[in-house]
């Protein structure tokens, strides 16, 4: 059973600093690990999807690697800003064919303070 | 391009009814995915449907049921609601099941009294 932990649960830093969230999971057979961040109430807003053959993938001031191998992903965020104030969730895709599903970690709160 | 949506956005039930949930995904995507997120178990998968089929299911009991009709959208139902139920829904759509990226609505935030 894929198991996805993120730590920590919670990150307050300062506005302008650069920032890694982690996320591990249990079982390195992998479709993809996707990045969320999630407002109060809101719903998701993907922020970066990589697939299992991939190292690292990159929008804007984001940067998301995964090493399938060690079970694990970082999402770098760089010159954080308040707006960046969120919920980070990553996920995976797993399971045999005709049976993937997406497991969720627990999430890391940040936030900036500015 | 419009994105996923999901009506209602809030719905108050009591115990014992039944609700209803609708999600139209985005124009193009096939599949649907269903998750319940509360505080205390997080976001937990419920179902996907592709093509009109269920593909895979999760670990609910069979009080929750969904389908999907032959434009995408989807609907999910809850029977005899509980307190329990009281949740975040979220659906999300996606080109194919498979390793495309999911693309969430807004949610349904439903409380059961």
């Known amino acids: 059973k894929q198991e996805v932990t993120q730590i920590p649960a919670a990150l307050s830093v300062p506005e302008g600093e650069n920032l890694v969230l982690n996320c591990s999971f249990t079982d390195s057979a992998i479709y993809n690990l996707q990045w969320f961040r999630q407002d109060p109430g809101k719903g998701l807003t993907s922020l970066l999807l990589i697939q299992s053959s991939q190292r690292e993938q990159t929008s804007g001031r984001l940067n998301a690697s995964l090493d399938k191998s060690s079970g694990r992903s970082t999402l770098y965020i760089a010159a954080s800003q308040p707006g960046d104030s969120a919920t980070y969730l990553c996920?995976?895709?797993?399971?045999?064919?005709?049976?993937?599903?997406?497991?969720f970690g627990t999430g890391t709160r940040l936030t900036i303070i500015p | 391009k419009a994105g996923v949506t999901q009506t209602p956005r809030y719905l108050i039930k009591t115990r014992g009814q039944q609700v209803t949930l609708s999600c139209s995904p985005i124009s193009g995507h096939r599949s649907v995915s269903w998750y319940q997120q509360t505080p205390g178990q997080g976001l937990q998968f419920l179902f996907e449907y592709f093509s009109e089929t269920q593909r895979n299911k999760g670990n609910f009991p069979g009080r929750f049921s969904g389908r999907q009709f032959s434009n995408s959208r989807s609907e999910m139902n809850v029977s005899t609601l509980e307190l329990g139920d009281s949740a975040l829904y979220l659906c999300a759509s996606s080109t194919t099941p498979f390793t495309y990226e999911q693309y969430f609505g807004p949610g349904t935030r439903l409380t059961v009294t």
């Open positions: 996920a995976v895709k797993s399971g045999n064919f005709g049976n993937e599903k997406l497991t």
